[in-house]
């Protein structure tokens, strides 16, 4: 690799990192925001939205450059590739952050409701998958990364059970639907970050390992990741 190249690298992965540690900061106020009941917290995490846009594009439009200019093979351009997807993820999850945060200030606005599932454990388990599939990515840790996938079960199951919880609480209370309906959103949002954390996961033992797993997820939660 070029000097030139290798601090393009170097460069480009300080950028990633930068916006992954900025996105896990909307998700933890967004999350917060709705614990808290704090419509100032929610109204910074949508203030955010087009910075995170901003820095995407940004991202996108070096990996280009550096595509172009040095045609890296192997490792390297299985970095770039690894990069602008794992670029893309971090935008969707800004965007679920955006979707809770415009729920929270609904939620605001009408009388309080109980949450009818476990929406502290969702969001915990959540926020863990997004803050180690990041880890792995800044370690190379393909192991990390299976085990990320692995935990997106917990936070499905979770979201799953919400669903029966809710539809029982609209039946008692049919004059707070909108409520309930919110809330089922903002459970379905908390379960698409998941998604995408899981989905850095995969990018991650790509760029580590060559290998596209995105269709073999299964096999390894079972594991069998390495026969």
Request: hydrophobic share 40%; net charge negative.
């Amino acid at each position: 690799m070029s000097r030139h190249l290798e601090s393009e690298i170097e460069k480009l992965k300080k950028r990633i990192l930068s916006l992954g540690a900025t996105v896990e900061e909307t998700v933890s106020h967004a999350i917060k925001s709705l614990g808290e009941r704090n419509a100032q917290m929610a109204k910074k995490v949508i203030a955010t939205d087009s910075e995170i846009d901003q820095r995407e594009v940004d991202i996108e439009e070096e990996c280009q450059k550096i595509l172009a200019l040095h045609q890296p093979v192997a490792h390297d351009l299985r970095f770039i590739i690894a990069v602008l997807k794992i670029n893309a993820e971090l935008e969707h999850i800004g965007d679920a952050t955006v979707n809770i945060a415009e729920r929270v200030l609904f939620l605001l606005r009408e009388e309080t409701v109980d949450f009818p599932f476990d929406f502290q454990e969702m969001a915990q388990k959540t926020q863990s998958m997004l803050n180690r599939s990041l880890d792995a990515l800044v370690n190379l840790d393909a192991a990390l990364a299976y085990a990320v996938i692995r935990s997106d079960d917990e936070v499905d199951a979770i979201n799953r059970d919400m669903y029966g919880r809710t539809q029982e609480c609209i039946r008692k209370s049919p004059e707070r639907v909108n409520s309930y309906i919110h809330l089922l959103g903002i459970s379905r949002h908390i379960e698409r970050i998941a998604d995408h954390a899981s989905n850095i996961a995969e990018d991650v033992i790509y760029l580590v390992e060559g290998k596209i797993v995105r269709h073999h997820t299964e096999d390894f939660k079972h594991g069998v990741e390495n026969e």
